[in-house]
């Protein structure tokens, strides 16, 4: 028992070390794409913890989680822009009405009875719906997109002259987003999600309401993708329905998630920290030509990694870890 | 007839042109054991699927006749968790593990009917293993368990959420002659600690002796209950089994 | 009138869906995957006949069996590379990896050809056939008709042929047709050869009267994917007839509510088919 509690206390120092050298390191290195890529990092990152409650926890894949990231950004944007909302209040509204839009999919609309395959393009295709209603809605700026304009560099409307205090803001929303997503693994629903997953007539069998836990895995990242689709709107201060609503972004929420290990919690992170800054990395060396090699490259280490490395890049820090824990012993 | 824990009032279900289940009535006193029998196809598992509300691939839930009443509420229709939540729960047949998760996690998803804490839970669940002897092997993914646990797993899993009435879907098939002691033994064990049983089992040498009541099925009928003596003797059953030999039977 | 028009309109672009629709089809319920990358071959189809167009003056129906043959052979080496890693893996893994597959493909014709569309303008077949007050495109039913052609060939395969059984067989149950006999890596390696080829053709059809570049393929997978699910997983005839209904309601809902949002409501319309029969019209 000694053993394990040491253990646990040596766990927590180092997690809160890891914290306070990721609030330092943009401080000092000052390189202004640097900032860019942890903002995307960070962003990502907890983009892929919402969709791994569902994709790697509940076990449903979903394609289409960029509906809630495209309502979340453009909510926030077109309140702030046209009638003057505070964004910080436009964030709740448009989680809001991602959660609601869930819900409405969700309840026995969609029902729930699709699965596996099905599933995967049930929500793509849902996706695609809301990328095409955005692309022809005029009011909200159709394919054009929209403008944010900026108005001063101030944390009430969040915006800012540097990138460092969106850094910030972001950071602390993915601790959060990490502490509830801990919370909720290690809870009953936790526990009821991974029986659905594993076998969703046995879990009704013993007593797991499977409808509610699916609704509930499916109302948290759905308002979670909301929040950070506004974010990244109040960053980037342009959006439009192919950077908001696009598949692109659905299916990088998955690629992160497996990348890094889809049956862990951290998984997502790690799968942002190898996966973001290749993608922009890659984009600013090789990109410039505008011929996508970059891209090509990036598929080329993506599918390596899949092929390789399928259970996930955690999965093998885990194993590193287990070995050199043992040859402590 | 009051110690009727579970009453099945004439229950049909038909798939499409084949009725799996015609005007199947019988009630299950509490405290007994009770053995379903019947040849192969004699739709046994569906009645289980009827019974706990269990979704049948492609078809409705529902008898297309009939109700099923338990601790006198009528619970025709129910959904499986609402029914577990009642006190009543099933094993499968093919011993459905949660594979990715552990023993202890398993059992854990049957102690969380009954407690939302996890720690209560996780009490419970290493209680309900050791129960039918899987607690050193609780840390283990149970996936990678031989059949024989399997099946321990399942019943331990199914005791975690404190039933009244513990339907097992052929918890005897595929074991070793050791292996069917035990099993026999634990069932036996389960019962005097107050939890009726409802058995779904072809191997009669294990069953016969540790029943109290046996109902018999065959071409989705009810052709025979009774004392396991009884039952045995009775024409109609022998004739459905065509030959299987009963003097087993002490 | 034009309700017939945009009908049959539908019904002929319907029939190469269709044919898109089976090769996505047989890969999913022979292998279990879904092939992404599926868009990526047709659209090498469509420039393998565009740069034949180009550079050789070939017409495209001369181009069909280059466009079998040579996405057949890409098909069969993205099969060697990279496919048979991921058979029986996990549903995300399948899709991320053809995912990536896709995007290797897509970004390479981008690199090699440039992102502009190309466009193939005179080809032999030309203009419209008039049938009483309705008029056809006369490309698209030509490759209506080879489409036709080709599942009906696929349809022969399968169902006479001992490969083709074969390929049923390790559909059912792989297991057994292993205990059987048949040589499984083979018949994955034959279904994903055929499936290249009926994308390749595809592509060839299509380049006759479709914008080529390298977006191409994209959008259209989705639409095959839409086809197979709608038909339901696991069923080539739920397919075909999943590629012809797609192909109707693309053009009735184009005419009656606008192009915009036309293929909104072919996605509404599988979701709502899908919401009744959710493994699809015949899938299991």
Sequence with gaps: ?329 | MNNALLEVHNVTKRFGGLTANKDISFNISKGQITGLIGPNGAGKTTLFNLITGTAIEGYSRLPDEGHVIFKGNNITGLKPNSICKQGMVRTFQNSRCLDSMTALGNVMIGALVRTSLINDAKKKAVKYLETVGLKDKRNIISSNFTVADKKKLEIARALATEPELLLLDEPMSGLTPLELKEEVNLIKDINQKGITIFIIEHVMEALMPIADYIIVLDSGEKIASGTPKEVVKNPKVIKAYMGVDYAIIS | MFFLQTLLNGFVMGLIYALVAMGVALVWGVMGIINFAHGEFLMYGMYISFWFYALCNFDPLLSVPLGIIGICLLSIVSYKIAIKRILGSSLLTTLLATFALSLILKHTAQYLWGPDYRIIFSTIVQGSIGIGNIYLSLNKLIAAAISSAAIFLLYIFLKKTEWGMAIQAVSLNKEASLLVGIKVEQVYMLTFGIAGATAGLAGVLFSSFYPVSPQGGSFLVIIAFTCVALGGFGSITGAMLGGIIIGISESLAGFYIGPAFQYAVVFLIYLLVILFRPRGLLGW
Aim: glycine share 10%; net charge positive.
């Design chain 1, 1 to 329: 028992m000694v053993m394990v509690t040491k253990n646990n206390q040596k766990n927590k120092i180092y997690q809160v070390l890891i914290v306070i050298l990721v609030f330092l390191i943009p401080l000092f290195i000052r390189n202004i794409f640097f900032h860019h890529v942890l903002i995307m990092v960070v962003l990502y990152a907890t983009l892929g913890l919402a969709w791994n409650l569902m994709g790697g926890y509940l076990g449903y894949v979903s394609f289409g989680h960029a509906t809630f990231f495209g309502i979340g950004a453009y909510t926030s944007a077109i309140l702030f822009r046209n009638f003057g909302v505070n964004p910080w209040l436009g964030i709740i509204i448009g989680a809001a009405i991602a959660v609601t839009v869930a819900s409405l999919i969700s309840f026995p609309v969609f029902g729930f009875t699709l699965r596996g395959h099905y599933f995967a393009i049930g929500t793509l295709a849902l996706g695609e719906i809301s990328r095409i209603l955005a692309e022809n809605f005029n009011y909200i700026g159709g394919a054009r997109g929209i403008l944010i304009p900026l108005k001063a560099s101030s944390f009430s409307i969040i915006q800012f002259e540097s990138k460092l205090p969106f850094f910030y803001i972001f950071f602390t929303f993915l601790l959060l987003t990490l502490l509830i997503m801990n919370a909720i693994v290690n809870s009953k629903m936790g526990y009821y999600l991974q029986a659905i997953r594993e076998d969703e007539n046995v879990a009704e069998a013993l007593g797991v309401n499977t409808t509610k836990y699916k609704h509930f895995a499916f109302y948290i990242s759905a308002f979670i993708v909301a929040i950070v689709g506004s974010f990244y709107a109040q960053y980037q201060l342009y959006i439009d329905p192919n950077m908001v609503f696009g598949m692109m972004i659905s299916v990088q929420m998955a690629l992160i998630a497996i990348l890094g290990g889809c049956n862990t919690l951290i998984g997502p992170i790690i799968g942002a920290m190898i996966f973001i800054p290749l993608s922009e990395y890659i984009r600013s060396f090789i990109g410039g030509e505008g011929r996508g090699i970059n891209l090509i490259v990036l598929g080329i280490v993506v599918l390596i990694i899949i092929l390789f490395q399928p259970q996930g890049v955690a999965q093998l820090i885990k194993s590193f870890i287990n070995k050199e824990g043992r040859n402590n012993e």
